[in-house]
């Protein structure tokens, strides 16, 4: 068996680098594979091949469609724009600011799984990343006891996401204030650890568990 064959992804999941972030702003932009695919002008069963298999080759006008129908870059669909930081880009000729919702900002949050946390020190205002998950309608997030993250048990606390897309100089964040409890129930430890979908990326032992119960969320959004 070669090495590519290993890596395809039989689920149908995405599977290397080109896929992962085709499939990614796809799903971003709320099409399907088949939608996706005819504005590009191209099979559906072919875009199913540049998703999952990693040594997918396409050619520069396959990716000039795919990039149009999917409203971004080829540079950014083959990751040349990895290592520029967002916010660099122009700002658009004509943008348009808008306040979320409440649902809005609890359908992001459960959508994604790193935020910011900010949280007061002797020392002043810390704002670390942590991976979290929303279960209940709280914010919940496992750390080490000592860690930057532990500092937010039993004080008020902010917590943001966002994602911005440097192509058409747009994006969204949604804010979070509430306060931060630890979780010391057993019984709720193991639910909590059953049914958060984000683990700690930094590995290590990890028992504490913290949740926020936001008492403000607000949001807004820039659009081209």
């Not at 979290?132 to 008020?156: C, K, Q």
Request: charged content about 25%.
């Amino acid at each position: 068996m070669t090495e590519q064959t290993q890596a395809k992804a039989p689920d149908g999941s995405p599977a290397g680098d080109l896929g992962r972030r085709i499939a990614a702003r796809r799903v971003a932009q709320g099409l399907s594979r088949a939608e996706a695919a005819a504005r590009a002008d191209m099979a559906t069963g072919y875009l199913r091949h540049l998703e999952q298999h990693p040594g997918a080759a396409p050619s520069r006008s396959a990716m000039l469609r795919l990039a149009g129908a999917l409203e971004t870059t080829v540079s950014a669909l083959t990751g040349g724009d990895v290592d520029r930081p967002p916010g660099a880009g122009q700002a658009a000729p004509a943008p348009v600011f808008t306040e979320l919702s409440r649902t809005e900002c609890g359908d992001l949050l459960a959508t994604h799984g790193v935020g910011r946390l900010a949280v007061s020190t002797e020392s002043g205002p810390l704002i670390v990343p942590v991976n979290y998950s929303v279960v209940d309608g709280t914010i919940v997030f496992r750390t080490a006891r000592g860690a930057a993250p532990s500092l937010a048990s039993g004080s008020r606390v902010a917590f943001e996401i966002d994602r911005i897309d440097d192509v058409f100089s747009q994006g969204w964040s949604v804010l979070v204030r509430g306060h931060a409890q630890p979780v010391t129930d057993r019984g709720e430890v193991l639910r909590l650890t059953r049914r958060s979908y984000s683990k700690p990326w930094a590995g290590g032992r990890r028992d504490l568990w913290v949740r926020i119960r936001p008492d403000a969320v607000t949001g807004r959004r820039i659009a081209a």
